[in-house]
């Protein structure tokens, strides 16, 4: 049975998995999901994620949720270079403390800018308080910091001189913000010097190809039907803006 990944590549954690699989010729079966038609939350996507989230992937009868959980998994099984996950003690010290800080700060913080300079007024047509976006705002910066001065530092990468899972699981979250217009790496030049390394090493075409549907996010809501977004828009106002 072939291996099977459920992505939309609009979803940070999809777009991860998308580029490390296909950077490592690692053969799948793409199987293109929409998050915002709600197919996370049909019958037969239960049965591969009752968590009603993506991606997910299914391996024979083996399915297997959560991202991070996905990359680790792909890693030992078709053992991709050690690079992306080290088999050195404290080199993967440093990648699993990236991944764990990660959830609750460069994660969070970059999908609110989406959801809040684009999608939330533009889908939703709910305008957002001037003071969420604003602590919005100073709660990115302030993580784009820290991932700058204790998780990057001078190295090249997170880890040291190669790329990592954790720099694969960063980019995508920072150039979620950018899907919205907000420039990050502007006035940034170690992070942007960064993100060309990342996409240097990913190769630009996979790299663009990965983002293609985020960086054209701005035309891409003025075509969204809004009745496909009525179901979530209690949810999303509910997490976002109470």
């Known amino acids: 049975m072939s291996l099977e990944i459920y992505l939309d590549l609009f979803s940070q954690p999809c777009r991860s998995v998308y580029i490390f699989a296909k950077k490592n010729n690692i053969q799948f079966d793409y199987k293109k999901i929409s998050l915002f038609e709600g197919y996370q939350y049909s019958e037969e996507y239960g049965k591969i994620n009752p968590l009603r989230k993506a991606p997910a992937i299914k391996d024979g009868d083996f ?65 957002v308080p001037k003071e969420k976006m604003d602590n919005a705002v100073e709660d990115l910066n302030a993580s784009l910091s820290i991932f700058e001065e204790k998780f990057l530092q001078d190295r090249p990468f997170v ?32 992070l942007k010097a960064w993100k060309d390394r990342v996409r240097e090493e990913i190769g630009a075409e996979l790299f663009d190809e990965a983002h293609q549907g985020i960086l054209y996010c701005q035309e891409a809501v003025k075509t969204m039907d809004p009745k496909k977004l009525e179901h979530f828009k209690p949810k999303i106002l509910k997490y976002f803006l109470s």
């Open 63 to 127: 399915c297997l949720a959560e991202s991070v959980a996905i990359m680790m998994y792909l890693a030992e099984k078709f053992h991709t270079p050690d690079h992306w996950y080290p088999a050195d003690l404290q080199k993967r010290a440093r990648v699993n403390e990236y991944l764990s800080w990660q959830h609750s700060a460069i994660r969070i913080h970059g999908s609110k800018m989406l959801w809040f300079k684009l999608l939330i007024p533009k889908a939703l047509g709910v305008e």
């Open 159 to 190: 880890v040291g001189d190669q790329i990592s899972l954790a720099d694969l699981v960063a980019i995508v979250e920072i150039m979620q913000p950018v899907g919205a217009g907000v420039d990050v790496f502007e006035n940034r030049p170690k």
